[in-house]
């Protein structure tokens, strides 16, 4: 690896590795935490590999998304994210964003820290799966959810296995939307639904589109 991309390199992830440390800090006010055990009473499943999800070709054409807003344009520059550990589908993220394995504030068993890297926008997130306890109710979902968000949020179902929040926050002093999804389903053919897969990001008012449009990835590649 030449210099020039090995300086690159180090650039771009501590660029992701700051916008994670800091789409969760508020100007003013209390700081939700998603660090710690989980809720009493909620257990937890080993953490164990998902199986492959089968692939999903979808077609860009900006039409409505399952989950909020729309899906990817024709006209979308996209970056795909293909075999990342540990995820058991791959999806797109947009062009001037990447994606680096693992996060310091959320406990998952698979989670990828992805940030607009050269874009310059600071938005970022989380995207991933995690394990319950089959079959996973909405008691283990409710626990998660609030790990990953906070449980002041305010969740609505947009089909039986999906779940999404929106809210704004003030970061830093400057305004931000913050959307999160959940897609529950079976890893393995035929069994009991036991798994999340997750996104949760954070960005400027004008990004939300581009939130979104990731958001509803996720969640038509999860679902193979």
């Known amino acids: 690896m030449s210099l020039v991309v ?6 771009g992830t501590a660029a992701l590795w700051e916008a994670e440390l800091q789409q969760d800090t508020p100007g003013a006010g209390p700081v939700t935490s998603v660090i710690g055990p ?3 009473g909620i257990p937890v499943a080993l953490p164990r590999e998902v199986p492959r999800r089968p692939t999903v070709r ?5 039409a409505p998304g399952p989950v909020a807003g729309r899906t990817y344009g024709p006209d979308t520059r996209l970056t795909p994210m293909r075999g990342l550990r540990g995820m058991p589908f791959d999806f797109d993220v947009p062009e001037t964003w990447g994606c680096i394995g693992g996060s310091k504030r959320l406990r998952a068993d698979v989670v ?6 050269r874009g ?3 938005a970022g ?4 799966v995690h394990s319950c306890l089959a079959p996973c109710g909405d008691i283990e979902q409710a626990g998660f959810r609030a790990e ?3 449980a002041e949020s305010r969740w609505r179902a947009t089909d039986p296995t999906t779940a999404f929040t929106e809210s704004a926050a003030d970061i830093d002093g400057e305004p931000r939307l913050r959307v999160a999804m959940t897609y529950a389903f079976a890893a393995d053919t035929a069994g009991p639904v036991d798994t999340l897969a997750f996104a949760r990001l954070t960005g400027p008012p004008a990004t939300l589109d581009s939130l979104l449009h990731l958001i509803n990835e996720v969640r038509l590649r999860a679902a193979g």
């Open 120 to 122: 310059g926008s600071r």
């Open 148 to 150: 990953l968000i906070g």
């Open 38 to 40: 989980p809720p009493q």
């Open 6 to 11: 090995s300086v690159a390199f180090c650039l």
């Open 112 to 117: 990828w820290t992805c940030a607009d890297e």
């Open 125 to 128: 997130g989380w995207i991933g």
């Open 58 to 62: 979808l077609v860009r054409d900006g």
